[in-house]
């Protein structure tokens, strides 16, 4: 799995936008939440990352739908059941946070997520993955269970983040015209 380190940049830049959005624009001061969430969008700058998943005949999956059908087919225990609802989780809220108009167009258009809410298959996943609660996962299990009750408000966070990284984007434009 892809982790980047605290100390890089890129992370930090993150977390502080992060802690930011969900602190002062939604009132959540939850830094094990807060932390998850910005190692998500950290975790997820990797493309590879986000689309990790793949069907039993090694095809990367790309749409919410087909990853919920493959996570059904994993026995019920066991890790992989877990990271599979984990990365749908993270999926959902990722697309739903940062990027709602793709959501609306990948659920307008003739594909099996047409057929699905990224939010409600978000929130199952979260809850699933949540309820592997044995050492090394308890912390983060707590963690996912809180991702999976208020998925709404943490997209509503993610948006927020995505706003204050395209207001970073338009002044670095706008400093740049007067150089």
Known sequence: MWSTPASHPLRRLFTGLTEHAFMTSIGVAD???????????????????????????????????????????????????????????????????????????????????????????????YLIASTFEDAPYREESAVLKRLGSEFELCAVGLNRVRKELDELQAEGESSRLFT
């Open 31 to 125: 830094p094990p939440l807060i932390d998850y969430v910005s190692e998500l969008l950290a975790r997820f700058t990797h493309f590879s990352a986000i689309y990790r998943l793949q069907s039993s005949e090694g095809r990367p999956l790309t749409e919410v739908a087909e990853m919920a059908m493959e996570a059904e087919e994993i026995p019920p225990e066991g890790r992989t059941r877990r990271e599979y609802h984990r990365h749908i989780g993270d999926f959902a809220l990722f697309w739903t946070g940062l990027f709602p108009e793709s959501v609306k167009r990948q659920v307008s258009g003739w594909t099996k997520d047409a057929f699905v809410s990224y939010t409600v298959i978000g929130k199952r996943s």
